[in-house]
């Protein structure tokens, strides 16, 4: 009797597991999958929509705030030592080469830590790469949200025991996005200050 | 007389001390930083090289920071992610390069800001070759003989 209690605990508790792990599994397949059709070039309806997420003086900022701009968003973490300080500075690099032709454009940093990253750290974060760079946290909730429409996978890595004790790992993607608001093109992550300047004037007819 | 005495003195005391100091198997050059924020976390990029016998990079402290860890950072189908790398093994004869993208220095709970043209000491303990110290400096953008990508 009691042995049998304990199988189908044991066979609960496997079932728990196996059910992690194929979520887990899924995330990624999503999240890798959302990058190869991006890079495809999808079609554009597919990325982006309306967003409410929070400046650095904590006030309330949406999509719909830029439309006759475009937009430049990249999805990261402040506490992140390589690839986004990499990321933003060729990008910042970009914004000077493109000269006043930048005017027409808002680059937008969005957190997907936004339990660490508060709004005043998003701010000082994102001033350090450029004057023009825009960051923005929000709620878990909202975060969620935008990180959804924007097809961004993001997901913690601990690192150690206590509750901050983690990396993030997550989509490195720019998202060109029209002065109406809708998407208009990807731009890796790892090209340098020239090309993304290049492709930039490309896309911004 | 004395002169003569001073300079072998100094022959004996100072060439001595030169070599030693160039002794260890391992040379840390190129090493920059970028800017960042008080309570942020900051990078270091540089050079190892390897002209003795087989070492390992197993510890490494910065002042300016509350603790430091080699890392490596990878983008897999447009995913970043980074991984702590416990040690790392330099063969004699050959440069492992930590630069963007790939191998670097990850300095965590930043003491002070990192502003552009500020320099700083980063201490990396091997093995064989004991602590060697390098100097820092924050730059905005990879110095020109720096490449891009680990190893």
């Known amino acids: 009797m009691s042995a049998s209690t304990e199988q189908s605990a044991r066979g609960r508790r496997s079932g728990i597991i196996y059910g992690i792990v194929g979520l887990v599994t899924a995330l990624m397949i999503f999240g890798a999958g959302g990058f190869l059709w991006l890079s495809q070039g999808g079609t554009a309806s597919f990325v982006g929509g309306p967003f409410v997420l929070i400046d650095g003086a904590g006030g309330q900022v949406t999509d719909r705030d830029f439309r006759g701009k475009y937009m430049l968003i990249y999805f990261g973490y402040t506490l992140c030592p390589d690839v986004c300080p990499t990321t933003l500075n060729e990008m910042a690099d970009a914004l000077d080469r493109l000269g006043s032709k930048a005017d027409r454009l808002q680059p937008i940093f969005i957190t997907v830590d936004p339990n660490r990253d508060t709004p005043d750290v998003v701010k000082r974060y994102a001033e350090a790469f450029s004057p023009r760079l825009l960051g923005l946290t929000g709620s878990e909730g909202q975060i969620a949200r935008v990180a959804q429409e924007y097809r961004v996978y993001y997901a913690q890595h601990r690192t150690g025991p206590g509750p901050n004790d983690y990396t993030m790992d997550h989509s490195s993607v720019l998202y060109l996005m029209g002065p109406d608001g809708k998407f208009v093109a990807p731009i890796r992550a790892d090209e340098d200050g020239a090309q993304m300047a290049a492709d930039l004037t490309k896309l911004m007819s | ?151």
């Open chain 2, 1 to 151: 007389m004395q002169v003569k005495l001073r300079w072998v003195l100094h022959c004996l005391v100072v060439l001595p001390a030169v070599v030693l100091a160039q002794a260890p198997g391992v040379h840390v050059e190129s090493a920059w930083s970028r800017p960042a924020i008080q309570g942020g976390t900051g990078v270091v990029y540089l050079t190892i090289t390897d002209s003795g016998t087989p070492d390992r990079l197993v510890s490494i402290s910065s002042p300016v920071a509350n603790k430091a860890e080699l890392h490596e950072s990878f983008t897999d189908q447009g995913i970043a992610r980074m991984r702590e790398v416990a040690t790392l093994a330099v063969a004699p004869g050959s440069t492992v390069t930590l630069a963007p993208g790939g191998y670097h220095i990850m300095l965590m709970g930043l003491k002070q800001p990192l502003k552009e043209g500020d320099s700083f000491p980063v201490t990396l303990g091997f093995q064989g070759s004991g602590q060697v110290t390098s100097t820092v400096t924050v730059r905005r953008t990879a110095p020109p003989r720096a490449a891009t990508g680990s190893q």
